[in-house]
């Protein structure tokens, strides 16, 4: 498709567990980004990419949180030892050169950790 | 950290009403974006402002760009149920920073 896609869209996992979440971006958008989403908040910054480098980490709460790009086009966030408290909405967003650029965001991915 | 404030959290109104809301913020930003977010998904980009003082329509919907670069309001004309959902703001310096923002409800 067109657009940004986030696999899987909902995840369920209990505490401790490893979890992965995928973000495929729109083709040609160079920069990606991961925000987390609480209910009844806005999207949290996580890590920005250009390219398959991480321009800006600061947003990862912990070192449990990491997130790779190595062909500068899908992206893969990687939780580990998942707490009750990592449960949220995952959201990926691409645009086409950043942080200036337009953030175009996928559906995100709802991780639920029991 | 940087930090946006919007206001109101919530609106309740009558279809057919118009709008307002704001975005202000201690920092100053290089761009404003307004996104709005549906139940169940990601945000949808509504309009983008490039430059202080400037303002841009996008259909039923105008937002300013702060002549301060420390605010930015959007408003929406004639109201419809359609309009319904989360009305986030987001300020572009070296990152992008977002609102908690304003949820609209249309009273039936």
């Known amino acids: 498709g067109a657009g940004v896609s986030q696999t899987p869209s909902n995840k369920v996992t209990e505490k401790g567990k490893y979890v992965e979440l995928r973000c495929d971006p729109i083709?040609?958008?160079?920069?990606l980004y991961w925000y987390r989403q609480s209910l009844g908040q806005g999207p949290e910054f996580l890590i920005y990419?250009?390219?398959?480098?991480?321009?800006?980490d600061s947003g990862l709460p912990n070192d449990r949180f990491f997130a790779v790009r190595p062909e500068g086009s899908v992206s893969t966030l990687k939780i580990q030892r998942t707490e009750r408290g990592d449960s949220a909405m995952y959201l990926c967003?691409?645009?086409?050169?950043?942080?200036?650029?337009?953030?175009?965001f996928g559906e995100g991915s709802r991780l639920t950790v029991l | 950290g940087q930090q946006l404030n919007q206001s109101p959290q919530s609106m309740f109104i009558q279809e057919g009403e118009d709008v307002s809301m704001n975005c202000t913020s201690s920092?100053?930003?290089?761009?404003w974006l307004w996104y709005k977010q549906d139940p169940g998904e990601g945000p949808v980009l509504l309009i983008a402002?490039?430059?202080?003082?400037e303002l841009t329509s996008n259909g039923r919907l105008t937002a300013q760009f702060g002549i301060t670069r420390k605010d930015s309001f959007l408003n929406i004309s004639a109201s419809i149920p359609s309009d319904v959902g989360i009305y986030f703001c987001?300020?572009?310096?070296?990152?992008?920073?977002f609102g908690k923002g304003t949820r609209l409800h249309i009273l039936p």
């Open positions: 083709s040609g958008h160079t920069a």
């Open positions: 987001a300020g572009v310096d070296d990152k992008i920073i």
């Open positions: 920092s100053i930003f290089n761009t």
């Open positions: 967003a691409s645009s086409l050169a950043g942080p200036t650029g337009e953030l175009f």
């Open positions: 990419f250009q390219g398959t480098g991480a321009a800006d």
């Open positions: 402002l490039y430059k202080a003082g």
